[in-house]
T-cell receptor, first 114, second 113 residues
Framework: DTEVTQTPKHLVMGMTNKKSLKCEQHMGHRAMYWYKQKAKKPPELMFVYSYEKLSINESVPSRFSPECPNSSLLNLHLHALQPEDSALYLC?????????????FGDGTRLSIL | AQSVTQPDIHITVSEGASLELRCNYSYGATPYLFWYVQSPGQGLQLLLKYFSGDTLVQGIKGFEAEFKRSQSSFNLRKPSVHWSDAAEYFCAALYNQGGKLIFGQGTELSVKP
């Protein structure tokens, strides 16, 4: 069983919709991450939060808006997405962002843009 | 730039046969190294990690990996493959740049009866 929980598991939305992805961990980790993964490709880092502050934004389009309300929660707000944004969105957490501790991944949200 | 290379895109082995998946990291400071496995429709599960010390590390599900500094390699091995091992395997390196994991392109493992 994964210790990083992502909801929903699947999401279908139109290009004009607004939706949010949610990620939760209760391992006391202080770094949380969003990744995007296309089929047959490795995950691509989007954002890193360290101690609830955004520390890395990998030049992600503004239609993706991350939020870290507290140390256990990470959201990804979606607005006006494009068909090419259809992908598996993975959340991960680790004890800190620059330690030697591994990242633990959730099972992801499969996003389809109509 | 730091990089991770997995030379084999797809490998097929017979059930019960041994397995070795290759991984090379870019030359320079030794990063922290990881192997993850991803089954269809699921997230990434950590198999094992290497930070320092003993160059042969044991992981979950009977996997092990050997770090070889001279070859900049961190190959994953299993002595006897089970059908349930069929999945995508990712090697990853952490060069301490704010938690940015560098992933290889992945190796898809198929297991034939």
């Amino acid at each position: 069983d994964t210790e990083v929980t992502q909801t929903p598991k699947h999401l279908v939305m139109g290009m004009t919709n607004k939706k949010s992805l949610k990620c939760e961990q209760h391992m006391g980790h202080r770094a949380m991450y969003w990744y995007k993964q296309k089929a047959k490709k490795p995950p691509e880092l989007m954002f890193v939060y360290s101690y609830e502050k955004l520390s890395i934004n990998e030049s992600v389009p503004s239609r993706f808006s991350p939020e870290c309300p507290n140390s256990s929660l990470l959201n990804l707000h979606l607005h006006a997405l494009q068909p090419e944004d259809s992908a598996l969105y993975l959340c991960a957490s680790s004890q800190m962002d620059s330690s030697n501790q591994p990242q633990h991944f959730g099972d992801g949200t499969r996003l389809s843009i109509l | 730039a730091q990089s991770v290379t997995q030379p084999d895109i797809h490998i097929t082995v017979s059930e019960g046969a041994s397995l070795e998946l290759r991984c090379n990291y870019s030359y320079g400071a030794t990063p922290y190294l990881f192997w993850y496995v991803q089954s269809p429709g699921q997230g990434l599960q950590l198999l094992l990690k290497y930070f320092s010390g003993d160059t042969l590390v044991q992981g979950i599900k009977g996997f092990e990996a050997e770090f070889k500094r001279s070859q900049s390699s961190f190959n994953l091995r299993k002595p006897s493959v089970h059908w349930s091992d069929a999945a995508e395997y990712f090697c990853a390196a952490l060069y301490n740049q704010g938690g940015k994991l560098i992933f290889g392109q992945g190796t898809e493992l198929s297991v034939k009866p």
